[in-house]
């Protein structure tokens, strides 16, 4: 037998860090960049990542089910102006033939493809004016035993929001509404003793971002 070619064949699995985007938390640390290979590629056959442009590439081997798993710095797929990465697997086949195989991936193509968002606003939360009984509306005073909170600064992306009600150090349920016009608040679920009340309101956008409050005191 003559044979004087060798072929292979390489992917990227999609969803990359979980939904093909990068938030910050994940922009910090390492992200898995997995796929499979075919043809002529075999396990322990050297699969390279290129990520940035970056001349430092990323390795890994082809395992025995015919996948690979690499880690990338987080932060290398989020200084890439173009979201592309390209793999490659290299080798030879049984007969001693020489093969490399490419595929790229990039934000145009969402075969692989990915995004970046590590940006979230910080949200705000106030007593409401008509719940604020004190001498001014803004000083955080109130005969209101079920008052309601506003929350501000909160960017549309936001998918979840969760409000801390601390008093002596014990933690409090209510309600948080989002209302039609986008705006967002806040009512304790049963009447509040009187005493002093720390607040503060976390938001996670869909991207995985959070971000938390300063304590309204």
Known sequence: ????????????????????????AEAAGDVTITGTVGGDAKPGDTVTLTVNGNSTDYTGTV??????????PGSELVADADSTIVASVSGTDEAGNPFTATTEASGDN?????????DISKPTI??????DSGDS???????????TF??????????????VVLKDGVALEGTLTEEQDGTW????????ADGTYDLSVKVTDD?????????LE
């Open 185 to 192: 608040s806040f009512t304790p679920s049963a009447d509040l």
């Open 137 to 147: 509306d803004t000083d955080n005073l109130t005969n209101d035993k079920t008052p």
């Open 1 to 24: 037998i003559i044979d004087t070619e060798a072929a292979a064949t390489i992917t990227i699995d999609d969803d990359i860090a979980g939904d093909d985007i990068v938030n910050a």
């Open 126 to 131: 106030d007593l409401v004016a008509s719940s």
């Open 110 to 118: 969402k075969d692989g493809g990915y995004e970046v968002d590590t």
């Open 150 to 163: 506003s929350l501000g600064n909160i960017d549309d992306d936001v998918v979840a929001a969760g409000i």
């Open 207 to 215: 991207a995985g971002n959070s971000a938390t409050s300063t304590e």
């Open 63 to 72: 395992k025995a089910d015919g996948t690979y798993s690499i880690n990338v």
